[in-house]
């Protein structure tokens, strides 16, 4: 069979130090693939105008699997700054090139993991009835909508003309807004559409059934926020009754569940929500398996078959230029685990994840945020792993 192609990019920041280590471990672990770089991130938007070229999406397109490490955005008016001289009056405007490429490739389901590994030493504990310490196993997927609502970008500020009269139709915009000058206010819209969201609950619902997770809990606010919230929780509510009967639906307010994910975070299993909320628990459930060294993240499209997979952290612009990278790689191989699990390289997507188990397990190797350090670049001389060791650790378990 020919060698696969996957598109790397790297990014800014630490993107790079744990994507070339990702890709050490893919390669130990004897994935075959030729690798091609695609251009991303900051260094793109000054120089270029563009943080996301076009050559870009197309090596995607060509190829259909991207690996991507994190990117570095800064708000609007230091994005202009920063801009190359010859393109300052080009009227260009930032817009982040992860978002951009969720929208151009339809990127739509996003799946985040939180599984805790046994012996992480920064794994959520509480204290039980007996006043002893629990160390409860979290198991829990999150379906995110990756594409609409809050991410949409339908936003104005000083909304005028049509915009501001389409506003004023709304009685509860006159009740509340109607007396406020127009130069004050911003809109960020919230738009969910039924297709969309019957694709993000059909992959929630079908993943539990997949493997074999006994609920689907909807986390969003259908209590107050009525048209966009409300219309997810009443297809959820047909969808489970019509094609899932023998999967609960279980239906919380997002605020709630970030109260109750510290309470009974064992009793979740798959979470599905709109973007913004499925971002927030995505991050809440991932603190508690260990934060951002471990939170990997998969967006897809199943029907033009395009998946980029990412940790969820950013570049940590503070660490990108220590001499020895401190990092944890964890996130990014994970992300890199999730990738062979979608093309169905199941069989080294499991050697890699047992090799981070026991690495994880036997507590020898710790990268600074697992030995609860201070990130410092000094830590790799006070017994913390660099980002290399801890891959060189994974490598060294592979079976
Ligand atoms: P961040 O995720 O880059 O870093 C926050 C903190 O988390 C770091 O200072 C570090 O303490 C810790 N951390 C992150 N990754 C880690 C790892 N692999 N191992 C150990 N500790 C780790 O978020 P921050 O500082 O809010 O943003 C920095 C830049 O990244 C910004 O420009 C932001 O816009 C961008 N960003 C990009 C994302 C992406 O590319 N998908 C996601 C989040 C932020
Ligand atoms: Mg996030």
Known sequence: ??????????????GKPVLDETIRVLE?????????????????????????PDRTLKLIEEHKIALFGAITSKPKDEAFAELAPELKD????????????RQHFGLDICMRPCKTYKGNPLNFIRRGADGGVEEPMVDVVIFRQNTEGLYGGVEW???????????MTHPKFVENFGHVPAEEVAVSTRIFTKKATYRIL???????????????????????????????????????????????????????????????PEDYGVIVAGNMFGDIASDGFAGLIGGLGFAASAQFNSDNGVGVFEPTHGSAPKYADYPVSIVNPIAM????VMMLEFIKEDA????????????????????????????????????AASTKQ?????IAKLK
């Open 1 to 14: 069979m020919a060698k696969r192609t996957i598109v790397t990019m790297p990014g800014d920041g630490i």
């Open 28 to 52: 130990a672990a004897g994935f075959e693939a030729n690798y091609v770089q695609g251009d991303i991130g900051w260094e793109f938007w000054c120089s270029e105008g563009n943080p996301l």
């Open 90 to 101: 080009k009227k260009l405007v930032y817009a982040s090139p992860i978002v951009s490429l």
């Open 157 to 167: 500020s000083n909304p005028k003309g049509i915009v501001y009269d389409a506003l």
């Open 202 to 264: 059909k992959a929630a619902f079908e993943h539990a059934r997949t493997y074999g997770y006994k609920s689907v809990t909807l986390c969003e606010k259908p209590n107050v926020i009525r048209e966009t919230s409300g219309m997810m929780y009443k297809m959820a509510l047909e969808m489970q009754k019509k094609e899932y009967p023998n999967i609960e639906l279980w239906n919380t307010n997002i605020d709630a569940q970030m109260m109750w994910l510290t309470k009974n």
């Open 333 to 336: 191989i994970e992300a890199a």
């Open 348 to 383: 080294i997507a499991a050697r890699i994840r047992q090799a981070v188990a026991e690495v994880v397990a036997e507590g020898k190797v710790r990268t600074y945020d697992m030995a609860k350090m201070r990130g410092t670049a000094e830590v790799v001389n006070k017994g």
């Open 390 to 394: 801890m891959a060189d650790a994974i």
